[in-house]
């Protein structure tokens, strides 16, 4: 794959904003459940239900990362 292709398709590099930091969200007791369900049985194996949980503690810690 040439480095335009790459850049677009490729794993994301996120090192330029990347650092270490503590952070602190608040999760509902579904997005608790979503993410120990997760962790037993892997990510593979949640239903599209648990994915969408997983999916918006996911995206509270992103908004904590990088506003």
Same mark, same amino acid.
């Not at 593979?44 to 995206?59: G, M, P, Q, T």
């Given at each position: 794959?040439?480095?335009?292709?790459? @850049?677009?398709?490729?794993?994301? #590099?996120?090192?330029?904003?990347?650092? $270490?930091?503590?952070?602190?969200?608040?999760?509902? +007791?579904?997005?608790?459940? @979503?993410?120990?369900?997760?962790? #037993?049985?892997?990510?593979?194996?949640? $239903?599209?239900?648990?994915?969408?949980?997983?999916? +918006?503690?996911?995206?509270?810690?992103?908004?904590?990362?990088?506003?």
């Amino acid at each position: 794959m040439n480095n335009a292709l790459e @850049a677009l398709f490729g794993k994301p #590099d996120y090192s330029h904003i990347a650092r $270490d930091k503590a952070v602190t969200v608040s999760i509902t +007791a579904d997005e608790m459940s @979503a993410i120990l369900y997760a962790y #037993d049985r892997g990510v593979s194996e949640l $239903d599209a239900d648990s994915i969408r949980k997983l999916d +918006a503690v996911i995206a509270k810690l992103k908004d904590e990362l990088h506003p």
